[in-house]
């Protein structure tokens, strides 16, 4: 089945200690994005990528990157992990292709503590 | 601004009844869509069903339909049949249709327990 993969699930993290979240999709999509959710808060839009266009937030902390190696894969980077930035990580994927609509199709999460 | 407004933080529901979602909007748009998620403890969000802003008729997927009044500026959300597995966070969301603003507009979520 088309989905959207995160890995780890889990990850526990020092504070300070850089971290890297994956995210893969087969939908072939071209939209990938990653939203930060805290406990009890709707999602939060960190940035998106348009194809290879990156799109950043303006209230994203510069301690927050991203990359995207290619269609099927983005990354999340946190350089360097405060106790304020665990949370669950969204990844999500959508079309502009034909699409009426931005509907967006998300992974599982990961939640991540910080120490 | 645009503004999604879900005012029931929390709301309970016996198995096998109906549950209706609240969720106002506010957008200048003329043209736009919303959408309702689902989220379990597990995390995962999951997409429940879609209205366009200049679709007649109200959306509906299986037990989930969507009682849109762009007049009022609402897209309710009704689970019909309750089932416990429908026990989750309901986000209701809205985006511009196509364009370049991709970003989709949260509401806060309800809570929704349902008892057996």
């Known amino acids: 089945d088309a989905m959207v993969i995160q890995n780890p699930r889990y990850q526990v993290t020092q504070f300070g200690k850089p971290v890297t979240l994956s995210c893969s999709q087969t939908l072939n999509h071209n939209v990938m994005y990653w939203y930060q959710q805290k406990s009890s808060q709707a999602p939060k839009l960190l940035f998106h990528y348009y194809d290879k266009d990156f799109n950043n937030e303006a209230d994203t902390p510069d301690n927050f990157q991203s990359r995207r190696p290619n269609t099927s894969f983005c990354f999340l980077d946190i350089r360097s992990p405060g106790l304020g930035d665990a949370a669950m990580y969204l990844c999500?994927?959508?079309?502009?292709?034909?699409?009426?609509?931005?509907?967006?199709?998300f992974g599982p999460g990961t939640r991540l503590t910080v120490l | 601004a645009q503004k999604i407004t879900q005012t029931q933080p929390g709301m309970f529901v016996q198995e096998k009844e109906a549950v209706t979602l609240d969720c106002t909007y506010d957008?200048?748009?003329?043209?736009?869509?919303l959408f309702w998620y689902k989220q379990p403890s597990s995390g995962e969000m999951i997409f429940l069903i879609y209205?366009?802003?200049?679709d007649e008729q109200n959306a509906t997927e299986g037990r989930y339909s969507l009682n849109f009044q762009k007049a009022r500026k609402s897209a309710n959300l009704v689970i019909s049949a309750s089932q416990l597995g429908d026990s989750a966070m309901y986000f209701c969301?809205?985006?511009?249709?196509?364009?370049?603003?991709?970003?989709?507009?949260w509401g806060l979520g309800t809570s929704l327990a349902v008892n057996p």
């Open positions: 957008t200048s748009d003329q043209s736009y869509g």
């Open positions: 999500a994927t959508s079309s502009d292709l034909g699409a009426p609509y931005n509907e967006q199709f």
């Open positions: 969301a809205m985006s511009p249709n196509a364009g370049n603003n991709r970003k989709l507009i």
């Open positions: 209205q366009g802003s200049y």
